[in-house]
C-alpha cells in the first residue's frame, strides 16, 4: 500500500499563495488517481480536487481557477497550488489516492472511492 505525507501549510494573508505537497511512499503513485480534499472546523471533509492517471483533472466549482493540481510520477510527488487565497479556503487539507479506474470526470470527487489518505496539513487564510 502506499504511504501519503502532506507538506507546505501554513498561514496566509487572503490573496496569497501556498503550494502544498503530497510525498507518497510504499507504491508508485502512476498506480492511482490522487485526490485533494480539506475540512474546516465543524464542517464535514469535502473534495477540493482530482488528477487521474492520465492527468485529467476535475475541480469544485469554488476553487476553478484558483488552484492547480499537478503530479510528478518520477518524484512520486502530487501538488496542490493555491493562489488568490480566501479565508473560506482555510482548513485542514488532505491527500489522497484512489486505486479504482473512473469513468467520468467526477468519479474522483467522492471520498468513498479512495483508498488511501494522508494525516493533513493546515491552511489558514487570514483576512
Known amino acids: 500500500q502506499v504511504q501519503l505525507v502532506e507538506s507546505g501549510g501554513g498561514l496566509v494573508q487572503a490573496g496569497g499563495s501556498l503550494r502544498l505537497s503530497c510525498a507518497a511512499s510504499g507504491r508508485a503513485i502512476s498506480q492511482y488517481a490522487m485526490g485533494w480534499f480539506r475540512q474546516a472546523p465543524g464542517k464535514d471533509r469535502e473534495f477540493v480536487t482530482s488528477?487521474?492517471?492520465?492527468?485529467?483533472?476535475y475541480y469544485r466549482d469554488s476553487v476553478k481557477g484558483r488552484f492547480t493540481i499537478s503530479r510528478d510520477d518520477a518524484k512520486n510527488t502530487v501538488y496542490l497550488q493555491m493562489n488568490s487565497l480566501k479565508p473560506e479556503d482555510t482548513a485542514v487539507y488532505y491527500c489522497?489516492?484512489?486505486?479504482?479506474?473512473?469513468?467520468?470526470?467526477?468519479?474522483?470527487?467522492?471520498?468513498?472511492?479512495?483508498?488511501?489518505w494522508g494525516q493533513g496539513t493546515q491552511v489558514t487564510v487570514s483576512s
Open positions: 489522497a489516492a484512489a486505486t479504482a479506474f473512473g469513468f467520468s470526470a467526477s468519479y474522483y470527487s467522492s471520498q468513498t472511492h479512495y483508498n488511501f
Open positions: 488528477i487521474a492517471r492520465s492527468s485529467s483533472t
